[in-house]
């Protein structure tokens, strides 16, 4: 017969291979623009695949998810904010921020364009334009990158939006995909970026009116939060997962995610500067 203790042994070892494989993900803060795009649809089954570590992305705008962090409730940031991402480990809270890939912001508008923006290359001069017209602008208004990007944007232009704006100034404190529906719903220009828009289906009178100005540029970067202050954060899992989105397997895998051919995002790891 088998004893007792046996039995227990048995049982308690099953009890730990239960925990260990349940505890095999990580818990990944990142911005809505990798999710509404598609992005990590693509990425992300990739990396289970290979290692078994399932990824459980948690999409906000980048100011929410460096707050997410902040409380100790992710292992990883992947976000567009580099100013922000700078602060958030100067604060103590990340390890290290390595770049992963950009695309860029393009500012998309009505076809009938009744700011008479359409073709132009100077973003700061198409702001301009929108706000003396007083046409519908859809902001993001949730501390996104993107958000965040428009604020500096129109700080740029030399406009105090926050003093300046008006009834055609719509914060909607929602995500991309949210927020263009918004757009399109009013007929009014949004800032987003490109990867979002190419996948985004309701785009109604929409189109890009503006694009191709370096102020445009738009960088992600990832980073581990740091363990010694959330001692739950896992480490190990979380660092493997960002070693692998900047190897060469991962930035094929995020320069093949194309819809009709059209790719995405550049990946740029490694690159001094970015």
């Given amino acids: 017969m088998i004893s007792k203790l046996l039995i227990y042994m048995i ?7 239960t925990a260990a494989a349940q505890a095999r993900f990580i818990t990944v803060a990142s911005t809505t623009s990798t999710e509404q795009s598609g992005l990590f649809k693509n990425l992300l089954p990739a990396y289970e695949k290979k290692t078994g570590v399932q990824v459980r992305v948690v999409a906000l705008g980048t100011g929410q998810a460096l ?10 940031v992947f976000v567009h904010a580099k100013s922000a991402e700078e602060k958030f480990i100067a604060e103590g809270h990340g ?14 508008g009505p076809k009938s364009d009744p700011a008479k923006i359409s073709g132009g ?24 990158g993107t958000h965040m990007a428009e604020l500096d944007l129109w700080k740029q232009s030399g406009i105090d939006i926050a003093a300046d704006k008006g009834p ?3 914060d ?8 263009l529906n918004t757009a399109s ?36 970067g990832v980073i581990l939060v740091n363990p010694e202050k959330h001692k ?28 009709d051919g059209e790719q995405l995002f550049f990946p740029n790891a490694g690159q001094a500067g970015a």
């Fill in 11 to 17: 049982l308690f070892s099953s009890i730990i291979s």
């Fill in 121 to 144: 290359k100077d973003i700061l001069e198409a702001l301009r334009k929108v706000k003396a017209a007083a046409v519908p602008f859809v902001s993001r208004g949730d501390r996104s």
């Fill in 172 to 179: 909607t404190g929602q995500g991309m995909g949210p927020a």
């Fill in 232 to 259: 739950h954060v896992k480490k190990e899992l979380g660092q493997a997962f960002i070693d692998w989105v900047v190897s060469p397997e991962g930035q094929k895998t995020i320069a093949d995610y194309k819809i």
């Fill in 67 to 76: 707050d997410m962090a902040r409380r100790g409730d992710a292992d990883v």
């Fill in 95 to 108: 390890v290290k921020r390595q770049p992963v890939m950009y695309n860029d912001f393009v500012l998309i």
């Fill in 185 to 220: 719903s009013m007929n009014g220009y949004i800032l987003t970026d490109r990867g979002t828009w190419i996948s985004f289906k309701n785009r109604g009178d929409l189109a890009i009116l503006v694009e191709g100005d370096k102020r445009l540029f738009n960088q992600y």
């Fill in 168 to 170: 055609w100034y719509r």
